[in-house]
């Protein structure tokens, strides 16, 4: 709906009949105050929400990691083995022997942890 001249000034006149010369310009003031509010109040909701959608789908920035002393980077330095220290290699008897203990020790585990088979019954 549009407002054409003869009707603004229509309602001017209208304006200044109901509320006299000396209301008029304070309902003026008033009325573009409010205007002004009106529009500021808007243009923040809708920086909001642009700014919302764009958190929304942008990625997430990496964090940086956070910063360590360089001893705990790099550790304590490596001391040298004492010759007492060091282990001889396993021989073959050894691992023999290991490794039947492993598949002994497999065997228990798996013969508890499967049922007992049942037996067949045959009817006749």
């Given amino acids: 709906?549009?407002?054409?001249?003869?009707?603004?000034?229509?309602l001017?006149?209208?304006?200044?009949?109901?509320?006299?010369p000396r209301r008029l310009p304070e309902l003026g003031k008033a009325l573009g105050e409010g205007l002004a509010a009106f529009r500021e109040s808007s243009r923040q909701l809708s920086n909001e929400f642009k700014r919302q959608l764009e958190e929304e789908t942008?990625?997430?920035?990496?964090?940086?990691?956070p910063s360590l002393p360089a001893n705990?980077?790099?550790?304590?330095?490596?001391q040298p083995l004492a010759s007492s220290e060091v282990e001889e290699p396993a021989g073959e008897s050894?691992?023999?022997?290991?490794?039947?203990?492993f598949e002994r020790d497999s065997t228990e585990v798996v013969a508890e942890t499967e049922p007992a088979p049942?037996?067949?019954t045959v009817s006749a």
């Fill in 118 to 120: 049942e037996k067949a």
């Fill in 58 to 65: 942008s990625p997430p920035s990496p964090t940086p990691a």
């Fill in 1 to 10: 709906m549009n407002l054409g001249a003869p009707e603004m000034l229509l």
């Fill in 12 to 20: 001017g006149i209208l304006a200044l009949i109901l509320f006299g």
């Fill in 72 to 78: 705990v980077l790099l550790g304590t330095p490596m």
């Fill in 94 to 101: 050894e691992l023999t022997e290991i490794a039947a203990e």
